[in-house]
């Protein structure tokens, strides 16, 4: 069942004030649950969710080395007390009204800031949980505790916080859905410029007005080209390759992703072939990762875990003659991940004992080949319903030759 196309240009609205002081107020339930005295909540710009989530605000300074002036750069903070009024230290002056919280401040650098905000909330000494774990700095919190002059006593609340941003709110929803109809034009402008002589980088330039005119932006665009299909750029970001053409008979893949509107993220990947009919061989994997994926879509309802979703596609595999992960052996032994801020557990692994619930937003993805063929992707994203699942991707088309 595909949700119906929106105006690409013309994004939901924004998350409501009133939604954001509802999460805080389940955070700090959850907290006390815990017995903790409040939530220390970190973000970078790389790893945003759990500020993006509680404050709205990620910040858009690309991360500074430890010996910079500027080694502050990258991250926001929001100290949240069970008593008393959040208050959010900021790498950069915002206007009123675009975060979520009204005691937004900013310091020359975060840390001293953060040791000053403690102070006033009265939670210097307090058992406090640290949530966005992940983003905070061993140096950071040296540097805070410096300020402070005690030790701070944190206690790890990702694994108890977290799960409360894994089932999406119907604005969520809404956002996600727009993001993945983006996501899918993109896609569809770049499988289309697929042609002989152009290049990977051609048809990053083909879908990139499309993402832009829409308000996102890709974090990357991964690509894997050739007879047999393999990645040719040089290891890092860009991970495309901007001069090699394509020959007839190539086989190309191609993964986006990227924010769209409020900060979530459209994730989706599709394989061709270049200007010539696939061989024998080509067309079954295509073919063959177009059918796991939705086998593994088919598989998603409410109360079943993520593991068993995982073992079906292993099974999958193996019976068709490829490693347990496919491509992704040895490097991403999963079939997907829940999406929203970005990518956040649970992920369709082995073993994961979480269960698939209503309002979850997923994105199942695989890399499979042979050695003749090399690797090619597909990738769906889905919201799961009580009654059905949503395929938020399908007007994407799935089959490229």
């Given at each position: 069942?595909?949700?119906?196309?929106?105006?690409?240009?013309?994004?939901?609205?924004?998350?409501?004030?009133?939604?954001?002081?509802?999460?805080?107020?389940?955070?700090?339930?959850?907290?006390?649950?815990?017995?903790?005295?409040?939530?220390?909540?970190?973000?970078s710009r790389n790893w945003p969710w759990a500020v993006r989530w509680l404050a709205d605000?990620?910040?858009?300074?690309?991360?500074?080395?430890?010996?910079?002036?500027?080694?502050?750069?990258?991250?926001?903070?929001?100290?949240?007390?069970?008593?008393?009024?959040?208050?959010?230290?900021?790498?950069?002056?915002?206007?009123?009204?675009?975060?979520?919280?009204?005691?937004?401040?900013?310091?020359?650098?975060?840390?001293?800031?953060?040791?000053?905000?403690?102070?006033?909330?009265?939670?210097?000494?307090?058992?406090?949980?640290?949530?966005?774990?992940?983003?905070?700095?061993?140096?950071?919190?040296?540097?805070?505790?410096?300020?402070?002059?005690?030790?701070?006593?944190?206690?790890?609340?990702?694994?108890?916080?977290?799960?409360?941003?894994?089932?999406?709110?119907?604005?969520?929803?809404?956002?996600?859905?727009?993001?993945?109809?983006?996501?899918?034009?993109?896609?569809?402008?770049?499988?289309?410029?697929?042609?002989?002589?152009?290049?990977?980088?051609?048809?990053?330039?083909?879908?990139?007005?499309?993402?832009?005119?829409?308000?996102?932006?890709?974090?990357?665009?991964?690509?894997?080209?050739?007879?047999?299909?393999?990645?040719?750029?040089?290891?890092?970001?860009?991970?495309?390759?901007?001069?090699?053409?394509?020959?007839?008979?190539?086989?190309?893949?191609?993964?986006?992703?990227?924010?769209?509107?409020?900060?979530?993220?459209?994730?989706?990947?599709?394989?061709?072939?270049?200007?010539?009919?696939?061989?024998?061989?080509?067309?079954?994997?295509?073919?063959?990762?177009?059918?796991?994926?939705?086998?593994?879509?088919?598989?998603?309802?409410?109360?079943?875990?993520?593991?068993?979703?995982?073992?079906?596609?292993?099974?999958?595999?193996?019976?068709?003659?490829?490693?347990?992960?496919?491509?992704?052996?040895?490097?991403?032994?999963?079939?997907?991940?829940?999406?929203?801020?970005?990518?956040?557990?649970?992920?369709?692994?082995?073993?994961?004992?979480?269960?698939?619930?209503?309002?979850?937003?997923?994105?199942?993805?695989?890399?499979?080949?042979?050695?003749?063929?090399?690797?090619?992707?597909?990738?769906?994203?889905?919201?799961?319903?009580?009654?059905?699942?949503?395929?938020?991707?399908?007007?994407?088309?799935?089959?490229?030759?």
């Amino acid at each position: 069942m595909t949700a119906a196309a929106p105006d690409l240009t013309t994004p939901p609205p924004p998350i409501a004030l009133e939604e954001f002081s509802a999460r805080r107020a389940l955070a700090l339930r959850v907290a006390a649950e815990h017995e903790l005295d409040g939530l220390l909540v970190w973000g970078s710009r790389n790893w945003p969710w759990a500020v993006r989530w509680l404050a709205d605000h990620q910040s858009g300074f690309m991360q500074q080395g430890a010996a910079s002036t500027f080694g502050d750069k990258g991250f926001s903070v929001l100290i949240l007390p069970a008593d008393g009024d959040p208050i959010l230290v900021l790498d950069q002056r915002v206007r009123p009204g675009e975060v979520a919280i009204e005691d937004a401040r900013t310091g020359p650098t975060i840390t001293p800031a953060v040791a000053d905000a403690l102070r006033e909330a009265g939670l210097v000494g307090r058992r406090l949980g640290i949530v966005g774990e992940g983003a905070l700095l061993d140096r950071q919190r040296r540097e805070v505790e410096d300020a402070l002059g005690t030790s701070l006593n944190l206690v790890p609340a990702d694994r108890w916080i977290e799960p409360l941003a894994q089932i999406k709110s119907p604005a969520e929803q809404e956002l996600l859905r727009y993001a993945s109809h983006v996501g899918s034009a993109w896609m569809t402008a770049m499988m289309e410029a697929v042609e002989p002589g152009r290049t990977e980088a051609d048809l990053v330039a083909a879908g990139l007005p499309i993402m832009l005119a829409a308000g996102g932006w890709p974090m990357d665009v991964v690509a894997g080209s050739g007879n047999p299909a393999r990645p040719q750029a040089e290891r890092g970001i860009p991970s495309f390759d901007a001069r090699r053409p394509f020959a007839a008979g190539d086989l190309v893949r191609v993964d986006g992703f990227g924010p769209v509107a409020g900060g979530y993220y459209c994730d989706l990947a599709r394989s061709a072939c270049v200007g010539a009919e696939p061989t024998d061989e080509q067309r079954a994997v295509l073919e063959q990762a177009v059918e796991l994926i939705d086998l593994l879509v088919g598989a998603l309802r409410p109360g079943v875990t993520f593991g068993s979703v995982h073992d079906l596609g292993v099974d999958y595999l193996v019976q068709h003659g490829h490693p347990p992960h496919g491509y992704f052996e040895g490097f991403w032994p999963a079939f997907g991940h829940q999406l929203g801020l970005g990518t956040t557990a649970p992920f369709v692994s082995e073993g994961e004992s979480a269960l698939v619930t209503p309002g979850m937003s997923l994105s199942l993805e695989i890399v499979v080949g042979t050695p003749a063929t090399g690797g090619i992707s597909h990738e769906e994203c889905v919201i799961i319903h009580e009654d059905h699942v949503e395929v938020t991707t399908a007007s994407c088309r799935q089959r490229w030759w």
